[in-house]
C-alpha cells in the first residue's frame, strides 16, 4: 500500500513559538491530504482537508491563523502551529485518499507536540 | 458535534471469547465505514470496512455487521487474543459519494484477559 511519511515524530517547543510538522506521500501523488488531533483518550478529529494548490478547508472550530496548513505540491502538506501555547499539545496525523491502501486512506505515524 | 460515536469507552474480553464493539453515526450521508487499531502515538491501523450497499463483511477473525436503518455498525472479533488489546475507532465517510473526509469516533480501548 502507499506510504505516507510524517515528521518529526516529537517536537517539544516553547510557547510562543511555531512548529512545523511535514507529511509526505512517498509513492503516489495526494491531491488532498487530511489532518487530524488527538487529545488524550480521545477521538481523532479532523481539522482540516489541505488541497494541493489551492486554500485548506478548516473544521468548524479550528482557527486557520493558529494552523497553517499549505499543501505545496503533490508530495507535502505541511501544518505549522503559529504562537504555540501549551494547549495545542496534542498528537497530529495526517492522512491521505488512496485507492490502494486497504482501506483507501493511509496515516503518518503522528507527530507528539508538547508546548513548555 | 461527534457524527460518529462509540458510547463504551473500554471494554473486557476473555481470551478466545467473542469481542463486540459497537459504532453508531448521525450523518445519514456517509455511505462507507471503517474499523482502525491504534496504538498510543502511532497511527490508526486499518482492520476492516463495509460499504453501505453490504450488511456484514468478513476477514478472518474480524466480521463488521452494518445496520443503516438504525445507523449502528459493530465489529466482532473472535476468538479474542491478547495481542488484539489496542484501542479500537470506527471511522465513516461519504467516499462513494466522492467525499473525502473521514470521521472517527471516540474509541474503544479493548483488553483481551488471558
Known amino acids: 500500500g502507499a506510504v505516507v511519511s510524517q515528521h518529526p515524530s516529537r517536537v517539544i517547543c516553547k510557547s510562543g513559538t511555531s512548529v512545523k510538522i511535514e507529511c509526505r506521500s512517498l509513492?503516489?501523488?495526494?491531491?488532498?491530504m487530511f489532518w487530524y488531533r488527538q487529545f488524550p483518550k480521545q477521538s481523532l478529529m479532523l481539522m482540516a482537508t489541505?488541497?494541493?494548490?489551492?486554500?485548506?478547508?478548516?473544521e468548524q472550530g479550528v482557527e486557520k491563523d493558529k494552523f497553517l496548513i499549505n499543501h505545496a505540491s503533490l508530495t507535502l502538506s505541511t501544518l505549522t502551529v503559529t504562537s504555540a501555547h501549551p494547549e495545542d499539545s496534542s498528537f497530529y496525523i495526517c492522512?491521505?485518499?488512496?485507492?490502494?491502501?486497504?482501506?483507501?486512506?493511509?496515516f503518518g505515524s503522528g507527530t507528539r507536540l508538547t508546548v513548555v | 458535534d461527534q457524527q460518529v460515536k462509540q458510547n463504551s469507552p473500554s471494554l473486557s474480553v476473555q481470551e478466545g471469547r467473542i469481542s463486540i464493539l459497537n459504532c453508531d453515526y448521525t450523518?445519514?450521508?456517509?455511505?462507507?465505514f471503517l474499523w482502525y487499531k491504534k496504538y498510543p502515538a502511532e497511527g490508526p491501523t486499518f482492520l476492516i470496512s463495509?460499504?453501505?450497499?453490504?450488511d456484514k463483511n468478513e476477514d478472518g477473525r474480524f466480521t463488521v455487521f452494518l445496520n443503516k436503518s438504525a445507523k449502528h455498525l459493530s465489529l466482532h472479533i473472535v476468538p479474542s487474543q491478547p495481542g488484539d488489546s489496542a484501542v479500537y475507532f470506527c471511522?465513516?465517510?461519504?467516499?462513494?459519494?466522492?467525499?473525502?473526509?473521514?470521521?472517527f469516533g471516540t474509541g474503544t480501548r479493548l483488553t483481551v484477559i488471558p
Open positions: 450523518n445519514s450521508m456517509f455511505d462507507y
Open positions: 489541505s488541497n494541493e494548490g489551492s486554500k485548506a478547508t478548516y
Open positions: 471511522a465513516a465517510s461519504a467516499y462513494l459519494g466522492g467525499a473525502n473526509n473521514l470521521f
Open positions: 509513492d503516489f501523488q495526494a491531491t488532498t
Open positions: 463495509i460499504s453501505s450497499i453490504k
Open positions: 492522512s491521505a485518499r488512496d485507492s490502494r491502501t486497504p482501506g483507501g486512506y493511509t
